[in-house]
């Protein structure tokens, strides 16, 4: 028997070993990471394989007829056919209770984030804001209190149960809307709901789910119309469930743009593109532009001078341009480097004494 493992890096030393693998098969291989180009060789005519985040579809199935059984290193299996390992009789196995507690504590990371700010409090108070003065580009949103909100988990398993434990310790009601209720659940002082009224009551929604056909665009424009007005919506399972253009919209319709441009360039506005091509010509090609041709013109010494004004230029061009405030700190910091790049160029006693003679010279020549 063979086995590969073809993503050894997500279990380094340290965290796991492979040892209990090697000594059930000894005849195993190891690569660290694994392109899509090299999969179906690499697995050649090995029985096993492991991964994590490498694709097995119906054209490496077909190059490996050897491989009997897929062991993904995690949860979600949605980078797996299932189909086409169900027809070439491959068994497939995952890590259902794979970081449960990390997940769910991840969840509360962002829905804590969200509810109180305080990165973006934190990053405007050390530009100079404070309070009322937070310009709206930080993207703050008011700060909601957890307790007796409505907490909506749609999938219950491992993760999602840890989840609705957490919530109810904020105080918070539950709602549950899953493909299974067990007996088991009875204790757990959740209500179980259909989707559309989980959409409807809940005013944090977090998803639990595995990516299937049923699930893929759960989250899409339909769902969030049905949503409760200011629902926030929290995604630690898998992209797939969110129709991402959707959640941009419906944020741009709220009002909110900041939060809305992700995927990368969606919801870019006149105003992101001004900051943008101030950074690029004014800031770093106008920059670097001015510093080589300082080098050019004079010592490295003095040319290297030039460079160390785009500090002092940057938020004054900033200013001038697009309208934003300076603090006083940061003018104080202006002066500074403005008086020691000033102090700098002032010649040495010795260049003074160098150039007395031609200096005479030339006032003597203009008296005759």
């Known amino acids: 028997m063979k086995a590969v493992i073809l993503e050894s890096y997500v279990m380094e030393p340290g965290d796991l070993d492979w040892s209990g693998v090697k000594a059930l098969v000894p005849d195993t291989v190891s690569y660290v990471r694994t392109a899509y180009e090299e999969i179906a060789p690499r697995i050649g005519d090995a029985d096993l394989v492991l991964l994590n985040k490498c694709c097995i579809d119906e054209s490496i199935l077909a190059q490996c007829p050897n491989l009997k059984w897929v062991g993904i290193i995690a949860t979600g299996t949605d980078n797996l056919d299932l189909e086409a390992c169900r027809r070439h009789g491959v068994a497939v196995a995952n890590v259902p209770g794979y970081s449960t507690y990390s997940v769910a504590q ?3 990371s962002l829905l804590l984030a969200i509810c109180q700010c305080a990165e973006r409090y ?4 050390k530009a ?7 310009p709206a580009e930080y993207g703050l949103l008011p700060q909601m209190e957890l307790l007796d909100k409505t907490f909506g988990v749609y999938g219950y398993g491992n993760i999602g149960r840890q ?17 299974t209720v067990r007996p088991e659940y009875a204790e757990d002082g959740v209500e179980f709901v259909d989707v559309d009224t989980l959409l409807a009551r809940s005013d944090v929604l977090s998803l639990h789910c595995p990516a299937t056909p049923a699930t893929r665009g759960l989250i899409n424009a339909g769902a969030l119309a049905k949503a ?35 995927p990368f360039f969606s919801g870019y506005t006149t105003g992101n593109l001004l900051n943008v091509l101030y950074i690029c010509v004014f800031v770093t090609a106008g920059g670097y ?23 002092v230029l940057a938020p004054i061009l900033a200013m001038l341009i697009l309208g934003e405030e300076i603090p ?37 020549h203009r008296q005759h």
Not at 122 to 125: F, H, K, L, S, W
């Open 106 to 108: 991840m969840t509360f």
């Open 122 to 125: 934190n990053r405007a108070m």
């Open 128 to 134: 100079g804001h404070w309070q009322l003065d937070i």
């Open 163 to 179: 989840t609705a434990r957490i919530a109810r310790a904020f105080g918070m009601k539950v709602l549950v809307c899953t493909r």
């Open 228 to 262: 409760k007005p200011g629902m926030i919506l929290l995604n630690t399972a898998r992209g797939a469930l969110v129709d991402e253009e959707a959640v941009a919209d419906a944020l741009q319709a709220a009002g909110l743009p900041m939060f809305a441009a992700m």
């Open 289 to 311: 532009a001015c510093y080589f041709m300082g080098m050019e013109a004079t010592s490295a010494m003095q040319g290297s001078l030039v460079f160390f004004f785009k500090p």
């Open 328 to 364: 006083w700190n940061m003018w104080a910091g202006i002066g500074l480097m403005l008086v020691a790049s000033v102090v700098s160029m002032i010649p040495t006693w010795e260049t003074l004494l160098a150039v007395r003679p031609f200096l005479i010279e030339r006032i003597l």
